[in-house]
């Protein structure tokens, strides 16, 4: 647009702002690196750090700027590593691959031409059929590459078309892709498998469907590969992209079947206008996930007081939604064990008397809340809260309709609540 334009770039940030300004095309654009990450900062430091490189400022906005990064060619090279035997160059090629940031961390399984030939057989897509530009780096995700990630992580070839729907329920925008790739937090895609599909590949929905072991290989091999395609074709890899402050082992993988057979509702996919004989993935903005427990209760209101007891962390993602309106759809997956959704349908409440119920009762006072929220940060419409007496109950979702649920699971009184980042999205997984 011709405005002179520089970026005010964290010391610990520079390798995010460079890669994703590459991605963009950006790369004149000029920024200033100052000291420590500003947010935990007071004001008056803030103002500190930026008047200190005032100078360098004023330069990178009136001085012509100059490409400096180097564009990124493709290549078919074809990789060959030896070994004293088969097992030493296997390690060999995992130590390589980690070492350019490939890997997640787990031996990979080689990406040989046969291994993706025999993979892209699960698809009746061309190899070259792109799927989606990947955010947050923008890298071309075509069949083919995504099938080469989905052998890496040790998938079938009958798992690749589950693995493509999941990447174009990702690249929608509501579910906030790049937020996600990119963010300081543990942020992850978790996929809710439904439909026929279910069993015919072996996707676990009763116990352990999060893993680990046997039982759940299928689900592993699947959320591995989604993983391994948000970083070797989103470029999401840790410190350049990812800026994950700790991390979190639900990284690696997240998948699971929904338990339809012991679902007294309907499952998830029809609920969300598909047919029965449909199967699906839904692709759920995991923030943060804990245990519900409750082996005692025996009636509705008190299975459902402590999933409220629950959802009312004061701290978590939850908080969003009293952003701008364009980031602030914030839906929260309630992963209902048979036991407690036996209890309550049993007593004849269906999932929007559910919905009804937690969003009456999870709440937490306003004077909780003011700790973690800057006001200037909230949407205008909800700026009025911030006037309310610390007392004030406010909900930890914007409407009852944003509670998601899901029967997942074997027996016991165990359940898992979900604190989603964004809106889940679901696709039909094509033949």
């Not at 299928?218 to 402050?245: C, E, K, Q, S």
């Not at 759920?284 to 005692?296: E, I, Q, S, Y």
């Not at 919905?355 to 940060?377: E, I, K, Q, W």
């Amino acid at each position: 647009m011709g405005i002179p334009s520089a970026g005010i770039v964290s010391s610990g940030f520079t390798a995010v702002w460079e890669a994703r300004h590459r991605a963009l095309g950006l790369d004149v654009l000029p920024k200033v690196v100052v000291g420590p990450t500003i947010t935990e900062l007071p004001p008056e430091r803030v103002r500190e750090e930026v008047l200190a490189h005032a100078e360098d400022l004023f330069k990178a906005l009136t001085e012509q700027p100059t490409v400096t990064a180097k564009p990124i060619a493709a290549s078919e090279q074809v990789i060959q590593y030896q070994g004293r035997d088969v097992l030493d160059a296997l390690r060999n090629l995992n130590n390589d691959f980690l070492d350019r940031g490939w890997g997640d961390g787990f031996p990979l399984v080689p990406p040989t031409r046969e291994a993706v030939d025999a993979m892209l057989t699960g698809a009746s897509r061309g190899r070259d059929e792109v799927i989606t530009i990947m955010e947050p780096g923008r890298g071309i995700a075509t069949v083919e590459k995504i099938a080469v990630n989905c052998v890496m992580a040790g998938c079938r070839p009958e798992h690749l078309t589950v693995v493509i729907a999941a990447i174009e329920a990702m690249s929608e925008p509501e579910f906030g892709l790049t937020a996600i790739a990119q963010s300081t937090g543990p942020q992850t895609p978790l996929l809710v498998i439904n439909g026929p599909i279910r069993k015919r590949l072996g996707i676990n929905s009763g116990r352990c469907a999060l893993g680990p072991g046997a039982p759940s290989r299928v689900n592993t091999v699947i959320g591995r590969a989604v993983r391994l395609v948000m970083m070797n074709a989103g470029h999401a890899y840790p410190g350049v992209m990812d800026m994950d402050t700790i991390g979190s082992p639900q990284k690696y993988s997240m998948c699971m079947g929904e338990n339809e057979e012991a679902n007294p509702w309907g499952p998830l996919h029809v609920e969300r206008g598909f047919r029965p004989d449909e199967s699906t993935v839904t692709v759920f903005p995991c923030g943060a996930h804990v245990d519900v427990a409750d082996l005692v209760s025996c009636t509705p209101e008190a299975v459902l007081t402590t999933f409220a007891y629950t959802a009312n962390a004061p701290l978590t993602p939850s908080w969003n939604w009293l952003r701008p309106e364009s980031d602030a759809r914030r839906e929260h997956l309630m992963v209902i064990c048979p036991d407690h959704a036996r209890i309550i349908a049993e007593a004849g409440w269906t999932k929007n008397d559910i919905r009804r119920f937690m969003f009456h009762n999870s709440r937490v006072p306003l004077g909780v809340l003011r700790n973690p929220t800057r006001p200037a940060t909230v949407a205008p419409g909800w700026k009025w809260l911030f006037d309310g007496a610390d007392d004030t109950m406010v909900p930890v979702v914007r409407d009852a309709r944003d509670y998601q649920i899901v029967v997942v699971g074997a027996d016991s009184g165990k359940s898992t609540y979900v604190w989603d980042w964004a809106a889940p999205v679901t696709k039909v997984i094509r033949p």
